[in-house]
């Protein structure tokens, strides 16, 4: 039993790619979006813009996913479901409104 990251080493490497789709194509969009919320960058629309259209770009993919899947990698949770959770939380906390994340019912579950 490899714990957090999965059972196989097949699913480590699912595990390591999920988390690194995490820190390359969410975090580097959400700071574009928070930094100008929390004044550490600069307000830039068409930057935010991009951002957002991104973002939820990457939840229709996840969403996709997770409709045969309870889990991002196999049967059990792993630290890609955690930094998966980790990335989206503040977007779901600060920029996106229930209405906004509505359309995608299998990644909110």
């Not at 390359?24 to 100008?36: F, K, R, S, V």
Request: overall charge negative; charged content about 15%.
């Amino acid at each position: 039993e490899k714990g957090l990251y999965g059972a196989t080493d097949f699913q480590m490497a699912q595990v390591d790619q999920w988390m690194d789709f995490a820190a390359a194509e969410l975090n580097a969009a959400t700071t574009l979006l928070l930094g100008p919320l929390t004044n550490l960058l600069p307000h830039n629309a068409p930057q935010e813009e991009q951002a957002q259209k991104h973002i939820l770009n990457c939840f229709l993919g996840l969403d996709t996913w997770l409709e045969t899947r309870t889990y991002i990698v196999g049967e059990r949770l792993t630290a890609a479901d955690i930094s998966l959770t980790c990335a989206i939380l503040p977007l779901f906390q600060h920029c996106f409104s229930a209405d906004v994340v509505r359309p995608y019912p299998n990644l909110m579950r």
